[in-house]
């Protein structure tokens, strides 16, 4: 990536050139450290483009690469660990940060953006006008309205984030079914509920007197048992740390347990055993994958607590402590922590769920913003707590049902006219904690599930989540305009009868909106 980087520094700096005064101003603009908003509403487009981080047209998105795992732009990564402003995306992995204790993680920085998108402005008072919603009409309806492939009901809705006005609708209050564009409130929700910078942690408990050793899940799915950790929590580094708790204590040998308390209800989802997520537990590693993969649909093992509790075992062995077959149980207050491991951020747990959109990372949020908010950690708690907090920001939430948190649950329901509140709210500068709800999502025909979509036309541009059930298609994100402008958009597909037409005529609106 530094060899990549190298490389394209020149067309970079040929092109910061070239914008000149434009790309200065916008930098101003949106610096993290501003503290006051001086100017009038339009501001807040500014502020805008800074979270979204805008993308470029195909040709510059290219030299401006690579991207990282996260989803976000290596610039725009650089960018924000120089400035050390916390609030956003933990793009620096790892520990010894400037005013941090030794060993102790960095804090998460805001991801501002550096390049605006070809033949935009960037800053306030130099706009064009915004696009007309006749104009609007004109682009989207055949595609949104009259277009058969989207099936029998159908919403939409695009706000210019310039002015903060409505320039498109069509049933926007209508609540249908969303699929993955769910992860979006879920994201919302657990940002606003515990921070951009909470971490989930695993934790090791030796009870007095008894010998034996609990292994307590802190709800982490990202957990992992592979050697290579790629800055996740490992339970390989779990059990040598605990191995030598132990061994301090002159202990060699345990009772094995395990603690999945933090839950509570049923722990299979609703459509029932299916391999894109596996049941929702509070302990697990690696998703509970039976493969090789971290991402997408794979088989999953019946029990994910049993088994990751069985690895830490064998893992024990490895560091010289003998532990028993583990069983279910429960740490009590006396019980003294010997070793913990943390996951990444939020803001980077709300990244990878959302480019990747990660069932299993979303259920497990849903149900941290339950903990956290004081509802009971199952799934209509979890649902509860969503709504909570959303109705708490002043988001339109009227006929919103959510049933889980990723969308597999085809009784949760979504206006369009939620989803764009969501988007603007993440793009508002009084809400700095939920710049990842933005800059997670997938970027067209470069990240996610949005890799393989967008091959011409609006490619590094969109960046929105998709969603996909039997008979549904929906798209919610952002994109800038020629004249410099970003709006936000949601389209909703319910009943359609041929997902690849129907998403191809949502990526086709979506690309309107980029047109000159």
Known sequence: ????????????????????????????????????????????????????????????????????????????????????????????????????????????????????????????????????????????????????????????????????????????????????????????????????????????????????????????????????????????????????ALKKRDVRKVTLSYDTTLYAGPDLHPIGVNENLARVTALMTDEGRTDDSTSGPAPRVPDPADAAARTFADLLKQHGITASPPGPSKATGRATTLATVSSPPLSALVERMLTNSDNDLAEALARHTAVATGKRADFAGAGAAVTARLKQLGLPVDGARFHDGSGLDRTDLITADLLTALLTEAADPARPQLRAVLTGLPVAHFTGTMAGRYTDGAAGLVRAKTGTLTGVNTLAGTVPTPDGHLLVFAFLANATTDPY????????????????
């Open 1 to 244: 990536m530094a060899r990549a980087a190298d490389a394209v520094r020149p067309r970079l700096a040929r092109f910061a050139r070239a914008t000149g005064p434009r790309v200065t101003r916008f930098a101003r603009a949106t610096a993290p450290r501003l503290t006051r908003i001086t100017g009038p509403k339009t501001w807040q487009y500014t502020a805008g483009a800074a979270t979204a981080g805008l993308a470029l047209a195909a040709g510059v998105v290219t030299a401006a690469g690579p991207w990282d795992s996260t989803g976000q732009r290596t610039a725009e990564r650089d960018r924000a660990v120089a400035l050390d402003h916390t609030g956003g995306a933990d793009h620096g992995h790892g520990a010894g940060a400037s005013g941090t204790a030794p060993g102790s993680p960095r804090p998460a920085p805001s991801a501002g953006a550096v390049l605006t998108g070809l033949g935009g402005t960037g800053t306030p008072g130099g706009v064009k006008a915004a696009p007309g919603a006749e104009n609007l009409a004109d682009l989207l309806d055949p595609l949104l309205k009259d277009d058969p492939a989207l099936g029998g009901h159908r919403a939409a809705a695009v706000v210019d984030l310039t002015t903060g006005k409505r320039l498109y609708g069509l049933d926007s209050d209508a609540a249908l079914t969303p699929a993955s564009t769910t992860k979006i409130a879920t994201a919302t929700a657990a940002l606003t509920a515990m921070g951009p910078d909470h971490r989930l942690t695993t934790r090791t408990a030796l009870e007095p007197d008894t010998g034996e050793l609990v292994l307590v899940g802190g709800g982490d799915p990202t957990l992992t048992a592979r050697e290579e950790a790629h800055g996740l929590a490992s339970l390989r580094t779990l059990a040598e740390k605990t191995a030598a």
């Open 501 to 516: 037409t129907a998403q191809t005529t949502l990526d086709r609106a979506a690309t309107a909106l980029a047109q000159p």
